[in-house]
């Protein structure tokens, strides 16, 4: 079992920045590949970010791309978002996802991940 507790949420305006944090505890962080997705109030949870067991390769839809950053720290077995020039369609409950698939494979939807955890909420007011 992996457990993984999101922070970092709020409430901030639009063109402002968030920094979300994963901890992760149970196994081995590092044989995990990591990811967020967002479920907005009505709307499936979507993919927003993944990154693969070494940190080495990242992946984003495309209207994250160049706004928002995800990274690991594998000695502290922490996944992190970090989220500029937010958008109030950037809104919505983020969740941290582990996976012992491929990196890649997080695109592909919700079914590919093996845990979540609680979420955190983000709104972003304009």
């Known amino acids: 079992q992996v457990q993984l507790v999101e922070s970092g949420g709020g409430l901030v305006q639009a063109g402002g920045s968030l920094r979300l944090s994963c901890a992760a505890s149970g196994r081995t962080f590092s044989n995990y590949a990591m990811g967020w997705f967002r479920q907005a109030p009505g709307k499936e949870r979507e993919f927003v970010a993944a990154?693969?067991?070494?940190?080495?390769?990242?992946y984003y839809t495309d209207s994250e791309k160049g706004r928002f950053t995800i990274s690991r720290d594998n000695a502290k077995s922490t996944v992190f978002l970090q989220m500029n020039s937010l958008k109030p369609e950037d809104t919505g409950v983020y969740f941290c996802a582990a996976t012992g698939r491929m990196g890649w494979e997080l695109r592909t939807g919700p079914s590919i991940v093996e845990y979540w955890g609680q979420g955190t909420q983000v709104t972003v007011s304009s």
């Open positions: 990154i693969t067991r070494s940190g080495g390769n990242t």
